[in-house]
């Protein structure tokens, strides 16, 4: 834009804009501005007050602005022409008005009004501001964005320039963008900041809520500056000080909405910045200033969050406090603040004006509670009542302990300040009660922090009486009150001083030895008593001791004394206790309790104590001085003997023992280990004791880890060891024996090393040394597999003096000690290992070198640091030395201690672990009496590590041995036997052990045994094991031959006892089903599992015999069971691992004579399990493999069981197996195959194609895959496709016509062989398609249809049969068919090569392999074999043209011709070309034909290059020459058919060549129009017409030379009328190709318009009178003329047809009515079709054609008035087409002369019911507009109802001469009330005054007594009721009505029943159009319908109820009371 544009455009006012902007355009808010210039300042006006009007009813605020804005005055108002200051207050009035607005912007009438505020005051341009403040609210609505497509945006420098693009997108403006402008412009924040304020100015501050007036814009305001605040991270300075302002005036407005919103604002704000602590001070008073009921929690939570977030501000004014405490409510609003964890801050500035405020009103007995009111919506005022509100918030919220002692500080000062100004006891009184009670409230809640609070005030102010005053208020009860001090007796106890709470006790004694002391709490001084009982300091305890006997004993019970002595750990307190608890007299109900007591007294060695326990008289204690020095010892003793001696010795025990601590524990272990050493108590009691002492052992010993507790004193400790040697001194027997006392020896010892207690050890052992028992206690200790015992008696052993351990002679003589030290050296612990040889080399070293032992232990030892390093050099050591043959003395030796019963197990199992590693067989030897020992124990083998250590000597070392020793063996087997020792020793038998085992037997016992144990035996893992054994050993065959023949062998046995006279040479008698469950057979099945998969079996082929004599005896059995089948499937299994076991070693075979192939055989026919099939076709697989000779010779038999049975399984491992079959036999069939073998090979494929039903879906196309891939997919492709379809054919029903002979209906069969076609490569496909065209042209028809089944073959016949040896041979064999079956074979067999050839699928793979140059032969070879096949048929189809089969060869000459078809659609399309140009030279006219439909078919889905195109051009003669020829002397009807479809040969060519080749086809044009006059066939002629429509469509211009003669060769056919009713086919193709040329030349056609009009017309009226006889392809005929009198109305220019229209229009007036109705379509439609000058251009011309047309009517005066509606009807729509598209300038006159033209002429009265019928059509048009015009024609209308109503004429003057005069009467009067209707129906601008209501009303009225001849009802109900009560609608006016209704009623008293009938129709509508407002009417009314109540017509007073009922209905109250 230039510099100049620029300062013009900044000079522009608004005005210039609106004066200078575009014509056709106006802006609007409700129409598009094309639309709205077209509307004139009347009908805008008008809708402003219909918008205004209906916003009064809404709000009475608008009816100022009807006289203003509104005022038809202001309508023609110019902006430009007023003052300034006219224009200032014209823009005052307009904000004032758009503020109103505001709240109802999304209404319909607040709409309607800005459109009129921007068509006159152009607001859109002079008061932008305040059209955005009135609807920015709105801003996500579609109105909103409406709206600002009003403005203009586009000025950069206009501040609203960034709304331009949501202006220009129409989308909705999001909040985000408009919060983002406002935080970036500061003129835009003001503008929205602003909006609130300007609301509530203009309607007020009282009305809130969501229907306040104000509520969207303080919304929107609120909504934007929230956004704004959290824009960014931070917000700007300046932001918050533009903010500030408005902020302030939120927080002063009087409006709860602006208020809330400004608490919102400032909330967010503080959230998020640092606010001035001035500016934030200033604010804090107008927070609650002006709070109100409505908005007091949303001010007190804005304070709340202030001081939470402002770190500045600690506090706020006590005025702000005092607004609060005025707030109804409040107590409620801070206990909801309070739960949600809001209040923290809050509490402290609170408590600190409200408690002293509250205590003060106390002082002044100020306390009504100001929490009562709530329903005040004004400001709150008066003076607030403070107690009862910090009453309630103490009562109702939970504090924390910090803010509870802030208040009881507040309390407190509070209270000593208004205790001193206190002047009257009564101030004093209630400030004492009051504050005592808030105290009291406190200490329930708050008991800590008020107790620390009290304390900390009283420690600072001692001295200070009123502080102490203060605490006694927290005393509940005068009975707790102190001395003189004041101070209470409680706090003293709970002192935390001691002197204090001595102070307490004693004030406590002395209450209790008053007089009050009966009214004390008994809890409370039992409770305080024993407390200071058990305080920390003495004085305190000592002090309550110093309490009256008799007190405590009342207080205090004995038990609690117990506890309290047993807590406390001075004497100086518990002895005084006890002596209290020794006088107590309930002492004996706690004897248990006290006896616990003296034993952890006892335990802890207080004398005194026990002293005073034993002078209570205990009854264990009986007897007992403790004055003595021994006095323990003797405790223990006493109490020992007493508890023997005790009736219930274990209950006492049990008891003592019970809730025990350790003291006691302990103390009870040692007095039963005294208890023990007695002599003189029983063995029970000593072995209850026992039991007893261990449990107690275990429990000290937890007890003392887990809480690391004192152990025994060592007194103690040494009594208990001496009284537990002198047990085992003592034992009445071998306490080795003993596990009991072993056990508490072993545990106790264990005790008193790890506490070390050397001496008392020692002490253990010297006694062991002096009885003389070191050697075996020793053993017996050690072994018992306790490393840390083990550890230290050998630390003990070793670190006795020499003299002692030489003394004990344990190298000579301690056999039990050397031999458990070689056996320790066996532990995995190396520091045992190691002290062990420390003791043997000490050993060694103290003896004389003479023990037996001595050598052995010297050579152990000269490998000390190898043994210490790992124990495993123990037994290499061992079996080194052993077998060097330097020890054997020792070994025999070590083999004397191993078999002595009296060793311990564990020390056997060493030694045994020692000799491990030394194999030789003599230990096996040496030990079998210890095995023999274990075995045979009755009571179970004690040790069965021992017993496994003693198997292991069972290994290949000693197999042989095993064979020599039969003792030895037996063992063996007793161990295998043996269920605790049965895994292991099935274990020990590996493959080298088994292979050693020289006897057969032997090994087979082995077998025998372990198939034995593993039926027996119910442990998963001893099978498991023998599993295992199983597969590691190698297995002879001949060593299980006899347990398999062992059923046969029992089964010949069972025979010849039964029958010695029958002897058998084989096994053919199998064992009963029942014997399956024989030992034998369980053996033999077993055996067989294990057999499945043994790899590693020796002689495997000796197998062979046996198993096939399992399955014939099998076999032989009638009856099948699961057993039966289950053992042939392991059988089976079996075979098949022995075979592919002997096919993998080659040089070991089988005899063929031991296959018993014929037994596998007949396994499969025999069973019906399908595990069986697979594994007898698995064995038959490797059978193949081996022999293939011998199984092709069964390989028939095999297939056809395998097509009946296996296929159909539907398993994976169904599929695998037939597969593998596959993949072995047949290879080696196809490798044998000879001159017959490809005729058995066709046989296999036979027997699964007649499986293919019963095989799964989804395994056919994988079977039959692997079928032909594995016999040759190119040799045998077609085969298979052949057997497939003859299976299809002679399976399913043959179909009785050609009709049926569809393949993909009748089964799946052929679509299954297209997706098996796609397996293979296309060359193999194509092959099979070309040999199987050869196939079938190879067989030979037969005529006959005599045989309808085949017919047996002779056996001669049959021997043929069978020589036959080609694979075609096999395929389908025409001896044994019905030539119906062939046919129907060599139908589906084409029909699939078609499907085939145009399958998608090889479509696809012929794409992809277009390079492949096989292909071409292939292609080619197909092709050939096509042509040849096509003569064969068709040489087939000559020769049977007069059979009956002549139609079957038609329809398979077709698919010949389609197998054809589909090869060349795969062609190259010169390929195709030549091939097509030659068919079409063929001699038969079938040939042609088809080439011609070959043609058809490719040329219109082909793209062809230009070399193709020449050579498309080439077969353009040939096909005309066919098309043209008329001399063939064929059959005509065949030559009609080969010139229809070579015409449609040449349409195509013309589509495709034409554009490039015009002048041939030009000169082609013209011969046919030649033709076309001398072709007498018609269909031919049809064909033509059809090629003449496309040659005029592709050549246009080109073919103008032909145009006259192809237009008269149209033209004559559609003259020939006769001719096109007899033959549609004809007629549709001359009117398809009359619309061609009219499309395609319009141009060219005016000299012939005005007969193809009239032509067209006249066929279109022919076509509709037809009506039902065009169904259908006859009803393509009336489409096709819509169709062309639509291109008629739509090609041509006015100029030329508007002409015509008139012409056309004077010819058909006199040919038929229908003829009229098609001219005035197209009359519509072009009318539709034109333009604004056309429509212009051509007025007058459509006007005089309508004037003419509108006229019908009156032309045919005397036609039935009925029938001429229609014709009628069509003129008036088309003349509304015209109306509708003038202007009002150019209506209004139209309007004028159609009314002149209707009334000028009198006596022509026919032209008013056209009038009245045009007009009601206008009125429905254009509605409300049309009041403006039908103001002309209501004295007419008036004064015709009045002329022809019957009952004020005695003569109808209308109508006079015409025969159909009251017909016509009667469409008038219709016609003019429905056009009156219209008129009061769409009245928006008071068409309808009193003036019209007075002309119009009697004549109306009067009609109800225009009685005419039929229909007088039907007429009043559907014509003058509707329009009367539509007229007083629209009047308005209730004092009309009452002349309008008193004028009905008086029609009630008409002579006639029908008038009153009528009548009261009349008034029931108008009662339910008016609804209440009727009810003004009654009084006119009543009187009426009380005379027509007693009527004397029945059916008058019936519906007179009626009426009165639906009255009654509408009004709501009845109305018998007026009559």
Same mark, same amino acid.
């Given at each position: ?789 083990? /550890?230290?008696? %050998?630390?003990?052993?070793?670190? &006795? =003096?020499?003299?002692?351990?030489? $003394? !004990?002679? +344990? *190298? ?81 030796? /070590?083999?004397? %201690?191993?078999?002595?019963?009296? &060793? =311990?197990?564990?020390?056997?199992? $060493? !030694?045994? +672990? *020692? ?81 050693? /085992? ?237 001159d017959s073998g490809e005729y058995t090979i066709t046989s296999i494929v036979r027997v699964f194609v007649d499986a293919y039903p019963h095989i799964p879906e989804h395994r056919r196309l994988p079977l039959f895959s692997k079928l032909l891939h594995t016999i040759g997919d190119y040799k045998y492709l077609y085969a298979c496709t052949c057997l497939c379809i003859e299976n299809l054919t002679t399976s399913s029903p043959i179909p009785e016509s050609t009709n049926e002979y569809d393949w993909k209906t009748t089964s799946s069969q052929p679509v299954f062989l297209l997706s098996l076609f796609t397996k293979f490569p296309l060359t193999s496909q194509l092959e099979a398609c070309t040999r199987m065209l050869e196939f079938l042209s190879s067989l030979q028809y037969d005529s006959s249809d005599a045989a309808a089944k085949p017919a047996r073959k002779t056996p001669k016949k049959a021997k043929l049969v069978k020589s036959k040896n080609s694979i075609s041979d096999g395929l389908f064999d025409t001896t044994l068919r019905t030539p119906k079956q062939l046919r129907h074979f060599t139908y589906e ?503 019209r209501f007075d002309m119009l009303m009697q004549p109306l009225v009067d009609q109800l007594e225009n009685l005419v001849e039929e229909g007088y009802e039907e007429y009043v109900k559907e014509y003058v009721v509707p329009c009367t009560s539509q007229l007083a609608l629209a009047v308005g006016d209730d004092s009309l009505w009452k002349p309008l209704v008193y004028q009905i009623c008086l029609k009630t008293r008409h002579s006639s029943a029908e008038v009153r009938k009528g009548s009261l129709h009349v008034l029931r509508n108008l009662n339910s159009k008016l609804g209440e407002d009727f009810m003004t009417l009654l009084p006119e009314t009543i009187p009426f319908l009380a005379e027509l109540m007693e009527d004397d017509e029945e059916e008058v007073e019936l519906l007179c109820q009626d009426v009165i009922a639906d009255m009654e209905t509408v009004l709501g109250e009845p109305l018998q009371k007026y009559f």
């Open positions: 834009m230039t510099s100049l544009a620029n300062q013009l455009k900044s000079l522009a006012l608004p005005h210039t804009q609106a004066i200078l902007g575009d014509e056709r355009k106006r802006v609007s808010l409700l129409f598009d501005p094309s639309e709205a210039a077209n509307i004139d300042k009347e009908a805008v006006f008008a809708i402003g007050i219909s918008g205004l009007e209906e916003l009064v009813e809404v709000d009475n605020i608008f009816i100022e602005y009807q006289k203003s804005l509104f005022n038809e005055s202001a309508s023609g108002l110019q902006r430009l022409t007023q003052t300034s200051d006219v224009n200032k207050k014209l823009d005052e009035t307009i904000k004032l008005f758009l503020l109103h607005l505001s709240p109802y912007f999304l209404l319909k009438p607040a709409h309607k009004t800005l459109e009129w505020l921007i068509y006159r005051y152009q607001v859109h341009l002079y008061n932008i501001d305040d059209l955005l403040v009135c609807a920015f609210p709105y801003h996500d609505s579609n109105i909103f964005i409406r709206l600002l497509q009003t403005l203009n945006l586009s000025d950069p420098k206009s501040k609203w320039h960034w709304l331009e693009q949501a202006q220009k997108h129409g989308t909705q403006l999001p909040c985000q963008t408009i919060a983002t402008h406002a935080y970036k412009d500061e003129g835009f924040l003001n503008f929205v900041s602003s909006i609130p304020e300007q609301f509530i100015d203009v309607h007020g501050f009282e009305r809130t809520g969501s229907n306040s007036p104000v509520h969207a814009a303080v919304a929107f305001y609120t909504k934007i500056i929230l956004m704004g605040i959290h824009m960014s991270t931070t917000v700007k300075e300046s932001f918050i000080a533009q903010l500030a302002t408005f902020l302030l005036k939120g927080l002063k407005s009087r409006n709860d909405e602006y208020k809330c919103s400004a608490y919102m604002i400032l909330s967010s704000l503080c959230s998020r910045v640092s606010l001035d602590s001035n500016f934030v001070q200033s604010i804090l008073p107008l927070l609650t200033k002006r709070m109100t009921v409505r908005n007091g929690y949303e001010a007190i939570s804005c304070l709340v969050l202030v001081l939470r977030t402002q770190p500045s501000i600690q506090g706020f004014p006590k005025r702000c406090f005092k607004h609060m405490c005025r707030l109804p409510g409040i107590v409620q609003h801070l206990e909801h603040l309070h739960n949600t964890g809001s209040l923290y801050t809050f509490w402290k500035p609170l408590m600190k004006y409200l408690v002293p405020a509250a205590i003060k009103d106390c002082r002044l007995g100020v306390t009504s509670s100001s929490d009562g009111g709530g329903a005040n919506e004004e400001l709150i005022a008066g003076k607030p009542s403070y107690w009862p509100l910090l009453e309630s918030l103490l009562s109702d919220c939970e504090l924390d302990e910090d803010h509870a002692g802030y208040i009881i500080q507040l309390m407190c000062e509070s209270y000593v300040e208004n205790k001193q100004s206190c002047h009257t006891e009564e101030s004093q009184s209630s400030l004492t009660e009051r504050v005592q009670a808030m105290l009291r409230l406190m200490e329930q809640k708050y008991s800590q922090a008020v107790d620390a609070e009290i304390q900390k005030q009283m420690e600072s102010c001692d001295d200070n009486k009123l502080m102490q005053e203060f605490a006694l208020l927290s005393i509940s009860s005068f009975k707790y009150k102190g001395s003189d001090d004041g101070v209470s007796m409680l706090l003293r106890l709970n002192s935390p001083y001691p002197p204090v709470r001595v102070q307490g006790v004693q004030m406590l004694a002395k209450l209790l030895q008053s007089e009050a002391a009966d009214s004390i709490d008994g809890e409370f001084v039992s409770n305080a008593l024993d407390a200071r009982l058990r305080d920390d300091d003495v004085s305190v305890a000592a002090a309550v001791l110093d309490v009256d006997y008799t007190h405590l004993h009342h207080y205090l019970s004995a038990k609690q004394l117990v506890d309290v002595i047993k807590s406390v750990h001075t004497n100086k307190i518990r002895v005084p206790c006890c002596e209290v608890l020794a006088r107590h007299p309930h002492i004996a109900a706690i004897t248990d309790d006290v006896m616990k007591l003296a034993l952890m007294n006892a335990h802890q060695r207080n004398r005194d104590i026990l002293s005073l326990i034993c002078s209570m008289g205990l009854p264990l204690l009986e007897g007992l001085v403790v004055k003595k020095a021994n006095y323990y010892e003797k405790f223990r003793e006493t109490v020992a003997k007493n508890i023997a001696v005790h009736d219930q010795p274990n209950t006492q025990m049990e008891i003592l023992m019970e809730d025990a601590n350790m003291d006691v524990l302990q103390e009870m272990f040692a007095v039963l280990v005294s208890l023990c050493a007695m002599k003189s108590v029983s063995l029970d009691t000593k072995r209850v004791a026992l039991s007893h002492l261990i449990q107690l052992q275990h429990k000290i010993g937890l007890q003392t880890k887990s809480q690391d507790s004192a152990n025994f004193p060592e007194e103690s400790l040494a009594a208990i060891n001496t009284g537990i040697i002198k047990i085992f001194e003592d034992w009445s027997g071998d306490w080795h024996s003993s596990e009991s006392v072993v056990k508490l020896y072993h545990s106790f010892l264990s005790n008193l090393i790890a506490e070390r207690k050397v001496e008392m050890i020692v002490a253990t052992v010297d006694s062991w040394i002096q009885k003389g028992d070191f050697d075996r206690s020793f053993v017996t200790l050690v072994m018992r597999e306790d490393d840390s015992l083990t /550890l230290n008696l %050998l630390h003990l052993v070793i670190e &006795l =003096p020499d003299d002692i351990l030489d $003394g !004990l002679h +344990l *190298a000579q003589n301690g056999k039990f000690t050397v031999g458990c030290l070689l056996s320790l050296l066996m532990s995995d612990q190396k520091m045992i290992r190691k002290l062990v040889l420390k003791l043997l080399a000490r050993l060694d070293g103290l003896s004389d070198n003479s023990y037996k032992l001595h050598s052995f232990v010297a050579a152990l030892l000269s490998q000390s640091r190898e043994i210490k390093t790992d124990y495993l050099h123990v037994p290499e050591g061992v079996a080194k030395f052993l077998e060097e043959g330097k020890f054997a003395s020792t070994l025999n030796e /070590l083999l004397k %201690l191993i078999v002595d019963e009296t &060793l =311990p197990g564990a020390m056997v199992r $060493g !030694l045994m +672990l *020692a000799l491990s590693s030394y194999r030789d067989s003599s230990v096996l030897v040496g030990i079998k009496d210890l095995l023999r020992r274990l075995l045979d124990s009755n009571e179970g083998v004690a040790d069965t590590r021992l017993l496994c250590a003693c198997l292991d000597r069972f290994d290949e070392s000693s197999a042989e041995l095993l064979a020599k020793e039969k003792e030895l063996w037996d063992l063996f087997v007793t161990a295998l036997q043996s269920p605790v020792c049965q895994q292991h020793a099935l274990s020990l038998v590996s493959k080298k052990m088994f292979d050693g /085992l020289q006897l057969a037997a032997l090994k087979g016992a082995i077998i025998s045994h372990s198939l034995d144990i593993y039926r027996k035996t119910e442990h998963v893992s001893v099978q498991t094991e023998i599993s295992k054994l199983i597969k590691r050993i190698t297995l002879p065959a001949e060593v299980v031959t006899d347990i398999l023949n062992s059923p046969l062998n029992a089964e010949k046995t069972d025979d010849s006892m039964k029958t010695k006279k029958f002897k058998r040479s084989e096994v053919k008698t199998s064992a009963l089903p029942t014997g399956l469950d024989g030992t034998e057979w369980k053996r033999v099945r077993l055996l067989l599992e294990w057999l499945q998969n043994k790899k590693k079996l020796e002689n495997s082929g000796l197998l062979i015999t046996p198993l096939f004599n399992l399955i014939t005896c099998l076999l032989e059995t009638s009856l099948e069971s699961p057993e039966s089948d289950y053992m042939k499937h392991l059988l089976l299994g079996s075979l098949d691992n022995v075979l592919n076991k002997l096919n993998s070693e080659s040089d070991e075979k089988v005899p063929v004579d031991h296959l018993n192939i014929e037994s596998i055989v007949q396994c499969i026919r025999t069973s019906q399990n399908p595990q069986t099939h697979q594994q007898a076709l698995l064995v038959l697989k490797s059978a193949a493999k081996m022999y293939p000779n011998r199984v092709l010779h069964h390989v028939m038999s095999i297939f056809t069981y395998m097509g009946a049975n296996i296929m159909r399984q539907d398993d994976m491992y169904s599929f695998q197996i037939i597969t593998k079959t596959l993949d072995t036999v047949v290879p080696e069939i196809v490798k044998a195959s000879d067999s084409s029909a699939f090569i078609v499907s085939l050839l145009s399958s998608s699928a090889f479509v696809e793979q012929v794409v992809n392999n277009q390079d492949d140059s096989d292909l071409t032969s292939n292609f080619n070879q197909l092709v050939e074999m096509g042509l040849c096949y096509i003569g064969f048929v068709a040489k087939e189809t000559s020769k049977y043209a007069n059979h009956p089969t002549a139609k079957f060869w038609k329809a398979l000459l077709h698919k010949a011709y389609e197998v054809l078809d589909k090869v060349n659609a795969l062609l190259p399309s010169l390929v195709f070309i030549d091939v097509i140009s030659s068919l079409l030279k063929s001699d038969l006219i079938l040939i042609r034909r088809k080439a011609l439909d070959l043609l058809n078919n490719r040329l219109p889905q082909t793209v062809f290059k230009e070399n193709e195109l020449n050579s498309l051009v080439d077969l353009i003669p040939i096909v005309k020459r066919i098309a043209l020829d008329h001399t063939s002397e064929v059959d005509d009807n065949e030559d009609t058919t080969n010139r229809q479809t070579a015409l449609f040969s040449l349409k195509i060519l013309t589509r495709v060549l034409a554009s490039t080749h015009s002048s041939l086809f030009a000169e082609l044009l013209s011969e046919l129009c030649e033709v076309f006059a001398n072709m007498q066939m018609v269909a031919v002629q049809a064909n033509i017409l059809l090629l003449f429509g496309e040659l005029i469509c592709q050549l246009k211009v080109a073919a103008l030379p032909s145009l006259p003669a192809m237009i008269s060769c149209v033209v004559s056919t559609l003259q020939q009328h006769d001719l096109l009713h007899s033959n549609h086919l004809l007629w549709i193709s001359a009117i398809t190709t009359l619309q061609k040329i009219v499309e395609s030349v319009p141009q060219f056609l005016s000299q012939y318009l005005l007969d193809l009009t009239t032509i067209v017309c006249k066929q279109s009226s022919v076509v509709t009178s037809g009506g039902a006889i065009y169904k259908g392809y006859k009803a393509q005929l009336p489409l096709r003329l819509k169709s062309l009198r639509e291109s008629l109305a739509r090609e041509f220019s006015p100029r030329v047809l508007v002409p015509v229209f008139i012409k056309t229009y004077t010819e058909l007036i006199a040919y038929k009515p229908e003829a009229v109705e098609m001219l005035m379509g197209i009359v519509a439609d072009h009318i539709a079709s034109m333009g604004k000058e056309d429509l212009s251009a051509q007025y007058h011309k459509l006007l005089d054609l309508f004037l003419l047309a509108l006229d019908y009517r009156a032309t045919q005066h005397e036609a039935d008035p009925f029938l001429l509606e229609e014709t009628e009807t069509s003129i008036i729509s088309a003349t509304l087409k015209m109306i509708v598209k003038l202007s009002e300038s150019a209506f209004r006159p139209m309007y004028f002369k159609l009314y002149a033209w209707a009334t000028r002429e009198a006596e022509v009265s026919d032209r008013l019911i056209t009038f009245y019928r045009l007009s009601d059509q206008i009125a429905e048009t254009l509605r409300g507009l049309f009041s403006l015009f039908a103001s002309h024609i209501v004295k007419n209308a008036s004064d015709v109802l009045n002329l022809a109503n019957s009952s004020k004429t005695s003569k109808n003057t209308l109508f006079q001469s015409s025969l159909h005069r009251d017909t016509k009467n009667m469409l008038l009067c219709k016609a003019i009330l429905n056009c009156l209707f219209k008129c009061f129906l769409y009245d928006t601008e008071g068409f309808v005054n009193k003036q």
